[in-house]
């Protein structure tokens, strides 16, 4: 989970709903380490995010940045750097901390300053008393308490809300007792943690006797018992909130994906097919190519981003001149490929002068669609471009296409493939392309297109 | 062909309305069409009622797979035995396709084929025949992609195609008709009809390795 909503700060590819999947897709699961400022992570946290944003940072576990959070808030001191680490480090997506918006609030400047005179009384007390203990928890204590005031009044309203839920109980205690059973109830739970803090302190404060060398544990039970009494449900409730609104985000953010998927795609081609309703052939292709994103969506789990302008495989290569020919000449192309592999400059060559052979039938037999097959073998890849167009007599070829027939010819000769063209008038056209495949590489199946 | 038999009795499955309509229209006079359904449940009922010749099946209903309607009508007992099916659907995969094939449709045709070739496909069907289109060609080849190699046939009469056969799935393909393929092989219509259906009994019946792995590499059972 380490760290999946990071690349929503450095967006490094154009803003589409296709590149936005692809961002989640690599965000989702990684721990690499992140460059760039620190920021309070939204996904990864209990509290304010400081554990997780450190994680991602540092390229850790968020739990183990936690458990040594919690380690050095023992002393005290932790739990105030935590408190300052909330208010001096903006959060996910934001680039102003809270404490940069709490310049502006008077009020809660002055509400934190009133703590300045408790910290001296405190101090005062501990001095008289001899403890030196209430002086060292003091200064934490008053920056942590300064510190929440004011997140409390400046976080934007998500935190606020989060905060508001997580102090609920504490919040329903100061009201009037309504003398609902709940609050009786946590009435009765502080009453009786308190009643737990108040023995563990005892038993841990007092003078030891040589045979009490359990004494020390069994206080420090006693607080942690109250700890767990006190805050334990309430923490639980806290907990469980997160999770809720994590799932709920997720959910957001799933629906807004597939939002932006079907306006990009789908609501796109349904308009432009309306505005050209008159015109049959570009209402057939937009269908298509549109029926062709979406099962590629579907059913192969990608984009046509994902396509990319480097075909990397044979069947890619003979879909991609599908698309460019049925969009360019406005005829169906039925596309069929059995096997696949990757490609070399042969099949390059071989791809283009499939090309050729399409883009040639499209324009000049006359017939609305085209079939082409492709097959890997062992050996030898061949294609082949089908019409059942008005068909030529190949040994009177007028000189335009005899060009363009050197230009297919002339291209698998330079690759050591072959050419086989069989036309005849009325039955249509075949260009029967094969290419010897470099020994050594092996088929590789793939679906049909 | 069409004018010599009698005209085929067809019922129709798919959950769209507007597709049922327009399938109507381009069948025409052709053919019977003696009712539609839209889902599984009451397709099978229908059809056990009706007793089509041919069954126009969509591969995605919405409460399941067109292969529970096929195999619900086969397990109906003697009175259904001679319904056959005709799986008509679009931009599917694979592993769809062959499923509804196992259970026993007679072929597949996508919904971009045109008003005469479906026609002519549903005689075929109702004669009994195998329809590929050129798309299930594609994936039947690919299915017995040929590597005796590393994968031995348990069973060499249903677990490899003939050279023969191999050459027909190859021209349908590549775009040809059955008579063009009967032209270009010079054999009769009938023979390379012979050749589809043993194709498709061998798709149906082959419990060939290959065809599972290649199967389960598409995430079908």
């Not at chain 1, 680039?95 to 005062?124: M, N």
């Not at chain 1, 009453?191 to 006797?209: D, F, I, N, T």
């Not at chain 2, 799986?87 to 597949?108: C, Q």
């Amino acid at each position: 989970m380490g760290g999946r909503g990071e690349s929503d700060l450095w967006p490094v590819e154009p803003d589409t709903g296709w590149s936005r999947a692809g961002r989640r897709r690599r965000g989702h699961g990684h721990r690499a380490r992140d460059r760039g400022p620190i920021r309070r992570s939204r996904d990864e946290r209990l509290l304010a995010g400081v554990a997780g944003g450190l994680a991602r940072r540092l390229g850790w576990d968020p739990t183990v940045v936690r458990v040594l959070i919690l380690m050095v808030s023992l002393s005290g001191f932790g739990v105030a750097v935590y408190v300052l680490a909330w208010l001096l480090i903006p959060a996910d997506g934001e680039t102003e901390p809270i404490a940069s918006r709490s310049l502006a609030d008077r009020r809660g400047i002055a509400l934190a300053l009133a703590f300045v005179p408790v910290f001296v009384i405190a101090l005062l007390i501990g001095a008289a008393l001899g403890a030196s203990w209430i002086s060292s928890l003091a200064v934490p204590a008053i920056v942590s308490a300064a510190g929440l005031i004011l997140i409390w009044r400046n976080a934007d309203p998500t935190e606020q809300a989060f905060l508001h839920r997580a102090a609920a109980p504490v919040l329903q205690l100061a009201q009037p007792a309504d003398g609902s059973g709940r609050s009786r109830r946590l009435l009765l739970r502080i009453v009786a943690g308190l009643a737990l803090l108040v023995g563990g302190l005892v038993v841990l404060l007092e003078r030891h006797s040589a045979r009490a060398t359990f004494r020390p544990l069994a206080g420090l039970l006693l607080i942690i018992a109250a700890i767990v009494t006190v805050v334990g449900p309430w923490w639980l409730r806290v907990a469980r909130d997160l999770v809720v609104e994590r799932q709920a985000r997720a959910r957001a953010e799933e629906r807004a994906e597939l939002a932006a998927r079907v306006h990009d795609s789908v609501l796109q081609t349904l308009a432009l097919i309306q505005r050209r309703a008159d015109q049959p052939q570009e209402v057939i292709q937009l269908a298509r190519a549109q029926e062709r994103e979406l099962r590629s969506w579907l059913f192969d789990g990608t984009g046509p981003a994902a396509v990319g302008d480097q075909d990397s495989t044979f069947a890619a290569g003979v879909r991609r001149i599908q698309e460019e020919v049925e969009a360019l000449h406005g005829v169906t192309v039925d596309a069929v490929v059995v096997g696949d592999c990757e490609l070399d400059d042969g099949l390059r060559s071989l791809l283009a002068a499939g090309r050729e052979a399409a883009v040639n039938a499209a324009k000049w037999s006359g017939a609305p669609v085209l079939s082409l097959f492709g097959e890997v073998e062992e050996s030898s890849v061949s294609l082949f471009v089908r019409d059942r167009g008005i068909g030529f007599d190949p040994s009177a070829v007028p000189a335009d296409r005899k060009g363009i027939a050197e230009s297919i010819r002339g291209r698998m000769d330079r690759s050591g493939g072959t050419v086989a063209i069989r036309s005849s008038p009325g039955a249509g056209t075949e260009v029967a392309l094969t290419m010897l495949r470099e020994p050594g590489r092996r088929a590789r199946s793939a679906r049909p297109t | 062909m069409s004018l010599e038999t009698p005209r085929p009795r067809v019922f129709l499955v798919d959950d769209h309305e507007l597709f049922r309509k327009g399938v109507r229209a381009e069948l025409g006079d052709d053919v019977e069409v003696v009712g539609e359904a839209d889902d599984v449940e009451p397709a099978i009922e229908l059809i056990g009622e009706r007793l089509p010749d041919v069954v126009l099946l969509d591969l995605h209903l919405p409460s399941g797979g067109g292969q529970l309607v096929i195999s619900a009508v086969r397990s109906a007992g003697e009175a259904t035995a001679g319904v056959k099916f005709l799986a008509l659907s679009v931009s599917d995969a694979p592993e769809d396709v062959i499923a509804v094939i196992r259970a026993g449709a007679r072929g597949y045709v996508t919904k971009t084929i045109s008003g005469p070739e479906l026609i002519d496909a549903v005689h075929r069907v109702a004669d009994g025949d195998a329809v590929f289109s050129p798309r299930l060609a594609g994936f039947v080849l690919d299915a017995f992609a040929a590597s005796p190699a590393d994968q031995p046939a348990f069973d060499p009469e249903l677990d490899q195609l003939t050279p023969r056969e191999r050459e027909v799935l190859r021209l349908i393909a590549r775009g040809y008709t059955y008579k063009e393929i009967a032209r270009e092989l010079s054999i009769s219509t009938k023979t390379v009809e012979t050749h589809v259906s043993a194709v498709l009994r061998k798709l149906q019946l082959s419990s060939r390795h290959q065809l599972t792995r290649w199967a389960t590499e598409r995430r079908l059972v």
